[in-house]
């Protein structure tokens, strides 16, 4: 597919992010830079000096409020991109009346309980509706371990087992791995191509 | 009975188990997870009552905190 007939098909869809994080700030830049028409990203949090070595801020924005800052810095990727920045927690209530009419909703949460809140929610809502979401992203390494498994209308990114612990922390490259990995199947979905990696020849 | 416990094959005592008790007998003790029964998610109140029969698939999928 042409990247022209690309941009066009995607510049039509919405795509919900829930969470600003490591995920969620990684893959909305990677999904402003393919030509989303619009993305509806909710958090919490301000940006601190410990986000840095895997969120897509920077220092000048420490402080500043997570979607705020996000925002900004997809305008200097693609000022044409719709962003619809929500400070706020989600919540079932949030998540109905925030990401009502996206195509997409990627999970991008940092606690365990949250991912499984987001993912209940979605799914009873809006059954049929793609949820790319994300389990297992700690420590570096691993290439080969990160994967993506498809579960009909839910699919899930990482390595399904490493934790963010003291011991494991997140870091970038991981992360980033792991957000890429979420954006490049929210465009397989889109794009409804049929399966991961298959080549026609 | 004989059931697809994340796309293996597995023998469990029982002709028909609740969630629960699945996740009970496959010692699924990890509090984060998702659990599909034929490709339908199953919320976790009901897992005491959403019940599992012979040849039917089921995803156990674990959620690990990070984000």
Known sequence: ?201 | MKIQLNRRSVEVEGDVLTVRLLLDRMNFSFPLIIVKVNGLLVPRDDYGKASVHEGDRVEVIHLMSGG
């Open chain 1, 1 to 201: 597919m042409e990247e022209r007939i690309v941009r066009r098909l995607l510049g039509e869809k919405s795509v919900a992010i829930a969470g600003a994080g490591g995920l969620g700030s990684n893959c909305a830049a990677l999904l402003a830079r393919a030509g989303i028409g619009r993305l509806v990203i909710a958090d919490f949090d301000v940006v601190s000096l410990s986000n840095l070595n895997r969120q897509f801020f920077f220092r000048d924005q420490v402080g500043m409020k997570k979607v705020e800052a996000l925002k900004t810095n997809i305008f200097r990727i693609d000022p044409g991109v719709v962003v619809e920045a929500w400070e706020t927690k989600l919540d079932p209530e949030k998540i109905a009346s925030l990401f009502q009419d996206c195509d997409v909703v990627v999970e991008a949460l940092d606690r365990a309980d949250m991912k499984a809140m987001l993912i209940e929610t979605a799914v009873k809502l809006w059954p049929g509706r793609p949820l790319v979401a994300a389990s297992g992203l700690a420590g570096f390494g691993g290439n080969n371990r990160l994967r993506t498994r498809i579960l009909g209308d839910l699919t899930l990114c990482g390595d399904g087992e490493s934790e963010v612990s003291l011991e494991d922390p997140p870091l970038g490259p991981r992360v980033a791995a792991v957000a890429a990995l979420q954006a490049n199947r929210v465009l397989e979905v889109l794009l409804k191509v049929p399966a991961t990696g298959r080549r026609r020849r």
